[in-house]
């Protein structure tokens, strides 16, 4: 059986047909023009979809979609896009089961996420599991005792809104302290020049090294650590015990057996999840046993669309929330 799969986010935007087993077999990723909103990518998808389905080499059975912003999961309606105007309210999936004839299902994107290093990456075998990227903002989905949990509301996986440092940075949703505010690429790159320019002797060669108090980001960082510079590692020590003390009340919550780490802060590899994985089981109440897991993501800028092709594969055959084309 072969899927079509749609990832839409803000800098690009991908579709690919998928294999039941979540091999990638054919893709195609563009630049997304924000400006062009709505219509633009609508004409997008719609071309690069009808090219897939031609180079396939049997009609995909169904189409899945994972979308950069709020879904209502049960009326199948996006609430809002985070990066482009124009889809509040509007019913995707309705309208490429149209457009291509085909059943489809759409979820957000970090949802999506989750489901397919659940199904293929590195939560497989694992019962239920968290799935976060790590990157301008930290996004999650979760999988609970084998299924997607999204949430009355579907607002479900949220973990990058949830509380962690009192009177903290101020966050994007218009709180103080979010673990967004304090865990995410953004806010780690934003405390390192907050420090550099501080500490300008102690940070120079970091300065040297990304050009500039400005170009300082999460990335610069990391790769000071790895390089043993001093205040670069305490800084990450200290960022990973914030994040560890946030991810082993998550994981103490819902029993998880995995957490799984995608996103730009996640290609520092073990930079950042040796200490980590130390900071997570430090603040775990001492009663729970060491049955949890922290991963990298496994399917790298796939997994949205492996997912995406896992949601179709799951809900477009049963009555729950799949779209039924026109024909």
């Not at 935007?13 to 909103?37: I, N």
């Not at 309606?77 to 149209?98: E, K, P, T």
Request: net charge positive; proline share 6%.
């Amino acid at each position: 059986m072969i899927l079509l799969a749609v990832d839409i986010g803000g800098t690009n935007h991908s579709v690919a047909l998928v294999g039941e087993d979540g091999a990638v077999l054919e893709k195609e990723r563009r630049p997304t023009d924000r400006a062009g909103g709505r219509r633009w990518m609508l004409r997008q998808l719609e071309a690069t979809c009808r090219l897939l389905i031609e180079k396939a080499p049997e009609r995909p059975a169904a189409c899945g979609i994972g979308f950069g912003g709020p879904v209502d999961f049960p009326k199948q309606v996006i609430q809002r896009s985070m990066h482009v105007g124009g889809w509040s309210g509007f019913r995707l999936a309705h309208h490429m089961a149209a457009v291509l004839g085909l059943p489809c299902v759409m979820d957000n994107d970090a949802n999506t996420a989750a489901l397919g290093e659940y199904a293929y990456g590195a939560g497989r075998g694992s019962r239920s599991m968290a799935c976060l990227t790590v990157s301008t903002g930290v996004g999650g989905g979760l999988v609970l005792n084998g299924e997607m949990y999204r949430g009355p509301r579907s607002f479900a996986g949220e973990f990058g809104h949830t509380p962690l440092v009192p009177g903290g940075p101020p966050c994007a949703c218009g709180s103080r302290g979010c673990v967004e505010s304090v865990c995410s690429g953004d806010a780690l790159g934003k405390a390192a020049r907050l420090e550099a320019r501080r500490r300008p002797r102690a940070w120079s060669a970091v300065l040297r090294q990304a050009g500039g108090l400005r170009a300082i980001e999460a990335k610069s960082v990391f790769d000071a650590a790895r390089r043993g510079h001093p205040a670069a590692r305490a800084l990450v020590l200290r960022y990973c015990d914030d994040f560890g003390r946030g991810l082993a009340g998550l994981i103490a919550l819902l029993d998880l057996d995995c957490v799984v780490l995608g996103g730009g802060v996640s290609m520092a590899g073990n930079t950042l999840f040796a200490p980590l994985r130390r900071a997570i089981a430090r603040h775990m109440p001492p009663f729970l046993p060491r049955a949890w897991r922290c991963l990298p993501a496994a399917l790298g800028p796939n997994y949205v669309l492996c997912g995406a092709a896992q949601l179709a594969l799951r809900y477009t055959a049963s009555a729950e929330c799949g779209v039924r084309s026109a024909e």
